[in-house]
């Protein structure tokens, strides 16, 4: 077996780890697993971290379940939360749960055919569901003392005035939900292992208790640090939100732009755990950084890494190709290969005009385009001075006054980009 808790180590992602667990794994093929909450229709990129834990111990060789809580999100973990969760109705649920299955199955390898150890994914509400409260109650809450989890963190914090109002009894039950779930895959699969943040230590050993006392056997636990930003700020936030895995949620334009604006310190502890380079790629790469910090070279591998792990090759170079645009290293081609959503995500809060079809089919003369139909530049005359002395380009390319603006121009048959000088952008709509 490959070390897999040397490999968390190394990465800084090891916090806390139950005595004997590096150990075990070291002779024996283990099962482990990590939760999803299905909480929404994507995960984010918080919820990367997990992944790529569970990625990494498949690629150690042990034997990786991705466990999606239908169950348990039905209930909602109160672990780090301030506030009692909104309880999903069944529908969205299942939205959730779905879309959630869709992009575990992106990054762990599930095919029997092409590995000896596939991942499995698997749904806590297929076994929850059968239990009733009476069975639940009489079989798995008696070998847990509510002493024993009134000490958990998640318990304390919220029952001690930290927060104001106070915890349901629905999620004070939450971890005994989530050990039955270690307790069920320990006795079904085999399964000696839960990983998580560690937020989620509370609930683990949880977990590790009830074998103990249900099943008298013997189980792990591994939490990994929680990801934090240098700055402060929140990690996966942005000022529009969450950063999401799912495409239509964030954009791979957007999702590499996250990792490419991150700081050096940032970047520096992203390539360790967000990357599955080796040990000695990631030091060169980060003496090479710091001998030329100007050319951001952990911030490109980092974006490079992740978005292609995410969305795939094609996406990450679309948006690379839509970086360099904002930096004077593109063509008119590369603008019209955007797609829409990509151009609007590049040039996001760019000021713009709407154009009717007829000016586009008989030819927009510049001196419109940039100012009698638009107000892109104040005057007539203005536009007159800037052609004179080059400064305007449609699409990235020098124009001139008899320039005329035509379909061809268009990009993703709707948009045409003029600029003056390197920074002034403005674009043209075609009204619908």
Request: hydrophobic share 35%; aromatic share 10%; net charge negative.
């Amino acid at each position: 077996m490959t070390n897999f808790v040397e490999e968390l180590r190394w990465r800084g992602l090891l916090h806390d780890i139950m005595p004997e667990t590096e150990e075990y794994l070291l002779k024996h093929q283990t099962t482990g697993y990590i939760g999803f909450d299905p909480t929404a229709d994507s995960l984010h990129i918080g919820s990367l971290v997990q992944i790529i834990i569970l990625m990494h111990f498949q690629r150690c060789g042990h034997n990786s379940i991705a466990l999606v809580g239908g169950a348990t999100g039905m209930v909602g973990d109160p672990s780090g939360k301030s506030a009692e969760r909104n309880l999903l109705n069944e529908e969205t649920l299942a939205k959730n749960i779905a879309g959630v299955k869709g992009q575990l199955e992106r990054f762990l390898n599930f095919d029997k055919s092409t590995i000896d150890n596939p991942a499995e994914l698997v749904n806590n509400y297929d076994w929850m569901k059968e239990i009733s409260l009476i069975e639940f109650v009489r079989d798995t809450g008696k070998h847990i003392t509510v002493n024993y989890m009134m000490a958990k963190d998640s318990v304390k914090k919220r029952l001690n005035g930290e927060y104001a109002e106070g915890m349901s009894f629905t999620e004070f039950t939450y971890q005994l939900f989530q050990g039955y779930d270690f307790y069920h895959l320990y006795k079904e699969k085999n399964c000696k292992l839960q990983m998580g943040g560690s937020d989620q230590w509370g609930n683990i050993t949880t977990g590790t208790e009830l074998i103990r006392r249900k099943a008298q056997g013997k189980a792990y636990a591994i939490t990994v640090p929680l990801v934090t930003k240098a700055d402060g700020t929140k990690f996966g936030k942005t000022e529009g939100g969450n950063v999401w895995l799912d495409a239509q949620r964030t954009s791979p334009y957007k999702f590499y732009q996250y990792w490419l604006n991150s700081s050096d310190e940032d970047a520096e502890k992203y390539i360790k755990i967000f990357t599955f380079l080796d040990k000695d790629s990631i030091e060169a790469l980060i003496e090479e950084h710091k001998e030329q910090p100007h050319l951001r070279l952990l911030q490109k591998k980092v974006g490079e890494e992740v978005t292609i792990m995410t969305h795939g090759k094609d996406a990450y170079e679309n948006a690379l190709k839509a970086s360099n645009i904002l930096f004077g290293k593109s063509t008119a081609d590369d603008l019209k290969s955007l797609d829409e959503q990509t151009f609007l995500d590049v040039f996001e809060g760019v000021p713009q005009a709407v154009i009717s079809k007829e000016d586009i089919d008989s030819g927009l003369d510049m001196i419109a385009a940039l100012a009698a139909k638009t107000n892109f530049l104040n005057s007539n005359g203005d536009a007159r001075r800037a052609l004179k002395e080059n400064a305007i380009s449609v699409n990235k390319e020098k124009v001139g006054e008899d320039y005329l603006i035509r379909t061809s121009d268009l990009i993703a048959q709707k948009y045409v980009l003029l600029q003056r000088g390197k920074k002034s952008y403005f674009f043209l709509q075609l009204a619908n």
